[in-house]
């Protein structure tokens, strides 16, 4: 199974992720995305990212690996067929975060291929901005990621689930029931 996880910048989707892989037998796998954007404080290469150049990028464009691709907040981001079936191939649930076009694009492109989840995490405008000047993002990139809050809300519809992530026990939880629900079908 294919988990994709989206929703908007500093919804705490990495946070989620970090905490399902960081258990002890945790029964899910990871597959990074490629990214021209710089590694944040913590981030190491190949996780949660394998950050590349502008040109690296256009190749794996040109080169056809690429599922998907975006530019979002001034860096572009893709997702690989490669990386897809190395995770795949470790037979654990895979869960990834995706930007919200991405997660929609991406979920129909693989539906006959993997049963594929899309779980959309949400919060209030207000804490949006908190978190983003919590995590030490600059003025102007809170400024780009609060611009595109109602156009990525605008997608909450389009996910086969939906969870406010206030408390990130509960969010744990909840994804965990819906892998369980969805493994079952």
Known sequence: MFVILSGCAAVGKNTVINTLLGEENSAFGFMPTYTTRAPRPGEVEGFPYH????????????????????????????????????????????????????????????????????????????????RLTGRGDSPEQIKIRMSRYEEEMSYFDSFDYTIENIRLEDTVRRVKEIVAKESSH
Do not use: C
């Not at 990386?83 to 990834?96: F, M, N, Q, V």
């Not at 975060?97 to 919060?123: H, P």
């Open 51 to 130: 950050y590349l150049t502008e040109e690296q990028f256009r190749e794996k464009i040109a080169e056809g690996e690429l599922f998907e691709h975006e530019f979002i907040h001034t860096s572009f981001y893709g997702s690989s067929r490669k990386l897809l079936a190395e995770a795949l191939a470790t037979g654990k649930t895979i869960i990834k975060d995706i930007d919200v076009k991405g997660a929609v694009n991406l979920g129909r492109i693989l539906k006959d291929e993997v049963k594929v989840v899309t779980v959309f995490l949400y919060i209030g405008k207000d804490e949006l901005e908190r």
